[in-house]
């Protein structure tokens, strides 16, 4: 099993920054992609921004060259560096993690965090 704890959430004005926190701990092989997401009360979840285990990023236009997403292999955690925020960023981020539990397969599970609040004021 993997255990993700988030971290850095909180309050800000607009324009500033915060940086996401996701570490990954337990029982497992290897750790495919990484992802976070966000969600506001009455509204689907999200994708925000993905980074794939060779490194690739996507982003979620409306975060494009704000938000920059990255992943540290040897320590097992992903960050989300949030600049320029806004307003409507407001939202609970989610982290994601897909996840092989045994060298004796090529099973990606995937995983959440519990969520950390992002509040960013105008």
């Known amino acids: 099993q993997v255990q993700l704890v988030e971290s850095g959430g909180g309050l800000v004005q607009a324009g500033g920054s915060l940086t996401l926190s996701c570490a990954a701990s337990?029982?497992?092989?290897?750790?495919?992609?990484m992802a976070w997401y966000r969600q506001t009360p009455g509204d689907q979840r999200e994708l925000v921004a993905l980074?794939?285990?060779?490194?690739?990023?996507n982003y979620a236009d409306s975060v494009k060259g704000r938000f920059t997403i990255s992943r540290d292999n040897a320590r097992n955690t992903m960050y989300l560096q949030m600049n320029s925020l806004k307003p409507e960023d407001t939202s609970v981020y989610y982290c994601?993690?897909?996840?092989?539990?045994?060298?004796?397969?090529?099973?990606?599970?995937?995983?959440w965090g519990q969520g950390t609040q992002v509040t960013v004021s105008s």
């Open positions: 994601k993690v897909g996840a092989v539990l045994s060298w004796t397969t090529s099973k990606v599970r995937d995983y």
């Open positions: 980074i794939s285990s060779g490194g690739s990023r």
């Open positions: 337990g029982s497992f092989f290897s750790l495919d992609h």
